[in-house]
């Protein structure tokens, strides 16, 4: 059954969503930690269903699947009680562990494993020193690209400590996919606002993302950059186009 291209907001009907115990992925489109979880779906070729919802204006009804109102959140319905997982990387390592095919995406070794995501965590500083530029925020503090350029050095030492093509090593795994959805958005600021990486100071990570935009999985996920920044030039407005994500969808 498909779902209409558009986001749920106030007021609207709850969707008709049959019960056939398939995965219900409540997403917003542009929404990087809901990107993570379409990157594990589609690493896992794992069938779902798509649910866009509004942030800024929510259903009345998306309560009874996130309380909290967060995306993404994945209802379990082959479930006893059909329970729904938040937060991006809960989700992830559940869908890592039950479906383990085609491969496991997270170190099967427990240090490997809780050092890759400490790592992930220590991305965090560099989504909040950029969000008020990505955002095209007005009010974005003066340091905000040099605190986000000092957060993103940290991940250039990793690559060239690690010595591999990937995060994860010489294939792609769960750090690399983790981080790829702010990678995607990065270049949309060189429209919006000239910025881009600087070459000299980032080859690595250069090379890693133009490396990682090959992925199957990547490009199958993937907005256009244009797309990217329509949406950020509208949150500057203070009204969030969610659904120019399907502008070019006939």
């Given at each position: 059954?498909?779902?209409?291209?558009?986001?749920?907001?106030?007021?609207?009907?709850?969707?008709?969503?049959?019960?056939?115990?398939?995965?219900?992925?409540?997403?917003?489109?542009?929404?990087?930690?809901?990107?993570?979880?379409?990157?594990?779906?589609?690493?896992?070729?794992?069938?779902?269903?798509?649910?866009?919802?509004?942030?800024?204006?929510?259903?009345?009804?998306?309560?009874?699947?996130?309380?909290?109102?967060?995306?993404?959140?994945?209802?379990?319905?082959?479930?006893?009680?059909?329970?729904?997982?938040?937060?991006?990387?809960?989700?992830?390592?559940?869908?890592?562990?039950?479906?383990?095919?085609?491969?496991?995406?997270?170190?099967?070794?427990?240090?490997?494993?809780?050092?890759?995501?400490?790592?992930?965590?220590?991305?965090?500083?560099?989504?909040?020193?950029?969000?008020?530029?990505?955002?095209?925020?007005?009010?974005?503090?003066a340091d905000a690209i040099k605190n986000f350029e000092a957060a993103l050095g940290v991940f250039e030492?990793?690559?060239?400590?690690?010595?591999?093509?990937?995060?994860?090593?010489?294939?792609?795994?769960?750090?690399?996919?983790?981080?790829?959805?702010?990678?995607?958005?990065?270049?949309?600021?060189?429209?919006?606002?000239?910025?881009?990486?600087?070459?000299?100071?980032?080859?690595?990570?250069?090379?890693?993302?133009?490396?990682?935009?090959?992925?199957?999985?990547?490009?199958?996920?993937?907005?256009?950059?244009?797309?990217?920044?329509?949406?950020?030039?509208?949150?500057?407005?203070?009204?969030?186009?969610?659904?120019?994500?399907?502008?070019?969808?006939?």
């Amino acid at each position: 059954m498909a779902l209409p291209q558009k986001h749920f907001k106030r007021g609207s009907t709850k969707p008709e969503l049959p019960d056939d115990g398939v995965l219900r992925y409540f997403t917003m489109a542009f929404c990087p930690f809901s990107h993570r979880i379409r990157l594990m779906l589609a690493v896992k070729q794992i069938p779902h269903h798509t649910i866009y919802v509004d942030l800024i204006d929510k259903p009345e009804w998306y309560k009874d699947y996130s309380p909290l109102g967060k995306v993404p959140a994945v209802q379990l319905t082959n479930e006893k009680d059909q329970p729904t997982l938040v937060e991006s990387m809960v989700i992830a390592e559940y869908l890592d562990e039950q479906y383990p095919e085609p491969r496991q995406l997270f170190p099967s070794d427990p240090l490997k494993k809780a050092q890759d995501k400490i790592l992930i965590e220590r991305f965090a500083p560099v989504v909040s020193a950029i969000y008020p530029v990505l955002t095209c925020n007005p009010n974005a503090p003066a340091d905000a690209i040099k605190n986000f350029e000092a957060a993103l050095g940290v991940f250039e030492e990793e690559l060239e400590k690690r010595g591999t093509p990937y995060f994860s090593g010489q294939d792609i795994g769960i750090v690399d996919y983790m981080i790829w959805p702010w990678f995607e958005r990065f270049p949309s600021m060189k429209i919006n606002s000239q910025y881009e990486l600087d070459e000299k100071r980032f080859g690595k990570l250069l090379k890693w993302r133009d490396l990682v935009a090959q992925d199957e999985a990547v490009k199958k996920t993937a907005l256009d950059l244009q797309l990217h920044a329509e949406f950020q030039k509208s949150k500057t407005l203070g009204k969030p186009q969610y659904d120019i994500a399907f502008k070019n969808i006939a």
